[in-house]
């Protein structure tokens, strides 16, 4: 872009507006001139080497004497602001031209006292913890596990340049271009309403769809739509910032609804909501799925205490892993749900799209309300978009985008599973670009947080998904949509390298027991099983048989197998899986009280443990 | 776009997630399949004619006996909602075919009593008032006199395309589609502060620039930012009904001040006010500049009662007739000032982009609150703006959009001023797109706006510029933009007759003096001056020589000069000017009361009126 676009070029006449001369004033008029041509160069508004306007030409067209002109140039140019060259004239001087500038006595209008007085009015939403405090430099990071950047693999390049370019024809661009009204493009419709909602359950009229920039626009809508000071709102707990801060613009009370493995609880808590934010598809930020039965009492709940769901669907392809479920809006009560999603994740996150689905009296309003706040996402993209999914592109990218999120999450998953650094523990996903990691309880993230940068590591820590103040400090978040593949392990292997340096458990403290040594573990190894659980919570049963052969089973169907060899080397245990853990030779200390088995490292640290028991085979 | 997408597919597989199949439902599974494939034809999400899977594969896929589907088929069809065909399967039944369907008595999910579950707990903001009431098929209209819609000769097709594709470029598109994050395209910002903000004389550096989707997402912004409950919030009347529902959306209470034609009043009623919105280069509605006297007294007023202006600068580029005012942020009290203006009105009316200047604190936290509501601007559509500027497409699509405005808007005042229906009036301009039109105080625009729309022009009533209950009633505007310059004139002719048609006053009533016949009028006529103003406020003075000679003189300086000839036929006079009022010859009968001349047309209805007296020549 910067070779493109020519410097920027300041003609004489452009330059006279930037002098606001007042004769009434108490400045002189040479010092008002001095103090605009400061504000200019400081501002960048006057490039750095920009001519200026002879001191006549500018005197003539300000309508002051040449002497003052002169004046102002001439002390300029003694300060150090500008730069006057024989027989060329006058010019802006560069930064290191100016390095000794002497500062000007007047007082800049940009400067100093008056430069927040519109600022110390303010209002100050409680929007801060919102922000994301991933560093702007994120791409210079080796292994940035981080949810909403995107490497540019994932990007549909050419497809998405194509549909642009289709929707630039003439006769297109003739349809979309002069209608300034809150209409959105029906193509666009048509493609939602017939091809992506019908895989979610939904059927919607025309009339009960909305186009907005993205699901925090839909967001924004409904809570403004449907919540004011009294109103009673549930949101989960973790849950988005974002939810909760417009929930907090509206001075709606809130209720905080814990969430677990099978997503929202549903309690009697809800009795009192008028209305509930949910992310049943992927629950936002632990990544887990709302369970059928959930669903189910969810919707028994909203209609018994009559309340509105808001249902925040914004990953709803992304479940690779499992079929998607239905979605709230495609049952019986389905009424009662205002369904909102995005296009983003596929279709172009830098341009974001989203809709949403309602009634068609909500939709009639949320489209006024639209007009009033924003305006409708712009109709080039949208008719950009309706051609991207006419023409497949939202499937065949969808479908490379999940297998590579597929590729790269178990891979983070494996990786997890082969460092294990200090037993953490992944919450269960369908899919995703995301991973909730609980660490050990004395974990504190943001200690790692700088560990993991040092490392050239970038996690997310969770707090700020917690509205409680006693929140745990012991959750991040890992996601896969900004580094490749291939950085995955060595990345999880640098993290966990950052959580050892961390850890504020002596190491010793935690493994009082003395390790076995030589030939007692072999002794005591062969012939037993040893049970323990996987990073992501599934069981894993190993064999290990006294002639060195080992065998494993893993899932909750034991569908996952292999086999391997263990041995003894000094008093350290090895073992090697064909294809497990990378099919790599891996040696520990081990220890063993009563039923309880620890892997440890050479200093002693627990890797992991296991209980074991006899082999009856 | 119709015929390149095509017609929309529903597969067996995509269809299955339409049947929400409850076996502890009341309803029977057959009843349950009948009622999801009614409401999936009903809402076109299965499309006229489109064939369905056969009763044995529908079965498969669902899970029930092959007996149930075809139960549900055969009621189906022979209800009316399908259609067998022998040897070719069961098809949606086209509308004609379905004229006579039955209805069916199970009570569907998407109508009657569920259907607004979620929409009867909508709060209702006042935004109702903001929605224009043009009629959505406003370009099968031959004169839409409308403003804020385009005819497509405004828009710069091709400049705009070439700046699309710029910004479609590979390299491109990797640098803004990846970061989904919240800064804005840093090449747009800096054409608008080195090539637009200047020539405004505002000086603003990157981190006091926030690009807005329009104007409108700019002012919803800053409310949001500055104003809640405890506010005083000033606001010109008439003003924008926008800016006051989001004013009212925050609980301010809002104080109307009066404009009159050199702008805002400034009273003594500011001094309570907190925040102020102002619309100085052209006044909303009305179109009038504030002067510089009334910018200087509000900047002191500000400065004095410790307010802010919201100074929305919409149409900063359009004052085409005369030079433009500074805008008040380019003034030194300027950082009590947020800036908003919007490049739509030349860039691409479609493609909704503004911007807004203020403090670096205040942009920082409106930026936060950009991404908690919509998002920004999508990348795409900023950097093909940033293209359009450096390629200075926009100084030239401004040139020509003004020349073209100036045209028309020309072409509407010497139509008003020819046909002058009914004594109306119009504000003072110095550019811009609109006219604010004043009729006789008898006038109902409600009425004209229906005779009017019989004779195929549109014009905009004015009453929802008003906060005010009892609000002039005899108001309207005229915009430019949607009609060539050809049309202007027949179409201000069909206004004319539609106001003379729904005239309260009975014609009679309001000219009881006879008129004068035949050599009368010539002998009172002969020797006079006629003093009279123009449509738009100036004054113009005519002498009429014996010899049926004539001279005009108008304007403020007596600038527009022109001669012509009148003449008397029977009981009518006469006139023909060589280029006013088209160059064409017009007859009226003429009555004269004292010193007050009015001409009539042949059913005594008042055209105009003068004031009469000898000429001293």
Known sequence: MAERIPHPHISTTALVPLFRLDRASGLSLQ??????????????VLPMGAKLPSSRKLADQLGVSRNTTLLSYQTLISDGHLISRERSGVFVATNAQRANARTMQVVSSRSGATVAQASTRLLQPDISRTQSKFPSDWQSYRYPFLEGKYDRSLFPLHEWREASRLALAVQ????????????????LIEEIRTKLLPRRGIVARPDELLITAGDQQALHLVTRLFASHQTVAGVEEPGMPEIRALFAGRNARMIHLPVDDEGLIVSEELEGCDIVHVTPSRQRPTAVTMSAARRTALLESAERNDFI??????ECELNYLENPLPALRATDGGNRVVYVASLSKVLAPGVGLGFMVAAPEVIAAARRLRSLTTGRPSPNNQRAAAFFLSLGHYDTMLRRFNQVCEHRLIALRDALNHYRPMSIAIAPVRGGTTYWVRGSPHLQTQKLV??????????????????????PTNMFRLGITSLPVERIREGIAALSDAIHAVATEPASANSPTPYLTGELIKSRLSNTVLHYKTVY?????????????????????????????????????????DRWAFGEVLGFRVAITGNDLSWLDESGRVMDSAVISLSDI
């Open 309 to 314: 769901i808001v249902e925040d669907d914004f």
């Open 537 to 577: 919570g599934e069981p894993c049963t190993i064999i290990l048989k006294p002639d060195g052969e080992m065998s494993g089973r893993a899932g909750t169907a034991g569908e996952d197998v292999d086999v391997g060899r263990w041995w003894v080397e000094g008093d350290m245990w090895f073992r090697k899986w």
């Open 172 to 187: 297109e661009v003739e349809t979309w271009s002069v209608d300034t009204g809150e209409a959105d493009d029906p193509a």
């Open 31 to 44: 010092d008002q001139i001095r103090r605009s041509l400061i504000n200019a160069v400081e501002s960048g």
């Open 450 to 471: 700088e560990a993991t940068q040092a490392r050239g590591v970038l996690i997310e820590p969770a707090d700020h998904y917690f509205a409680a103040s006693d929140a």
